[in-house]
């Protein structure tokens, strides 16, 4: 083992039990073994022994990591320790969004391959909006109150009838899953259409008028996304496939 090698040695303490492993014990030792440290690996095999340790050290959670004699901390300390960025609980994030719409649009174009061997058609451009719908709807589907309850901050139309808050969801995975058929888009146009309208002037007013800070209850009640541009571009989404749609089906028709 060189000097440097030698140097860079860290101590971790880490609860190993039998029916629990801490996920943060191991993301801080991974952490610790890619800045290229050996790592000294102690486990805290029960309850008793967690306790114990917590008490010797003054401390309130487990995992906890020393260097050269110094308490670092658990795992978000280690990571600020080594410089990378930690995001608080209430942080805003667009991750969820990006990560919606690039699978949308990812899944839009595979279905345009096995369906016409090209990614370049205009079927795979409706088929994004229309994924995109669904999985939306999804995100706010599986909390509906809570999704209901940050809808209400901002929607001019539940504010008047709480009810649609909890309609909405059903009426974009409604429509989303009719354009994906290409099916009874005299139910899906309208709904789309009247949603996305509802919508877009609520975050206009609420954002732009207004300029309320507040959270984007579009991909689920639990979500840290700002409301703004990513729910309006949800709402202009909605309301250029409600007159698209049946304008196609005029003029192939």
């Not at 190993?16 to 014990?25: N, R």
């Not at 909006?129 to 809570?146: F, G, N, P, R, T």
């Not at 409604?174 to 146009?189: D, E, N, R, T």
Request: hydrophobic share 50%; aromatic share 12%; proline share 4%.
């Amino acid at each position: 083992m060189t000097a440097a090698e030698e140097h860079k040695r860290a101590t971790l303490y880490r609860m190993v039990m039998p029916d629990h492993i801490c996920p943060y014990g191991l993301k801080s030792k991974d952490l610790l073994e890619r800045h290229g440290f050996t790592v000294e690996d102690h486990h805290l095999a029960s309850r008793e022994e967690t306790d114990r340790f917590k008490r010797e050290h003054g401390v309130d959670t487990t995992p906890q990591t020393f260097i050269d004699g110094q308490r670092i901390g658990g795992h978000d300390e280690l990571r600020r320790y080594f410089g990378e960025s930690v995001e608080g609980e209430d942080a805003t994030s667009y991750r969820p969004v990006i990560a919606i719409f690039a699978m949308a649009l990812l899944m839009a174009l595979a279905a345009s391959w096995a369906a016409f061997g090209s990614v370049l058609t205009l079927r795979a451009f409706e088929w994004f909006v229309a994924i995109s719908m669904c999985i939306l709807a999804i995100q706010k589907l599986q909390d509906v109150e809570s999704f209901s309850t940050m809808f209400l901050n901002y929607d001019l139309l539940a504010r008047r009838w709480v009810p649609y808050g909890r309609l909405y969801p059903f009426g974009e995975a409604l429509a989303g899953v009719l354009m994906i058929a290409g099916a009874q888009l005299w139910i899906a146009a309208p709904v789309a259409l009247f949603i996305g309208t509802v919508g877009a002037v609520s975050v206009f007013k609420a954002v732009y008028i207004d300029r309320r800070e507040l959270k984007c209850a579009c991909v689920g009640g639990a979500s840290n996304v700002p409301l703004g541009f990513v729910s309006l571009t949800e709402n202009l989404m909605m309301i250029a496939m409600g007159l698209w749609m049946p304008l196609k089906a005029l003029w192939l028709g």
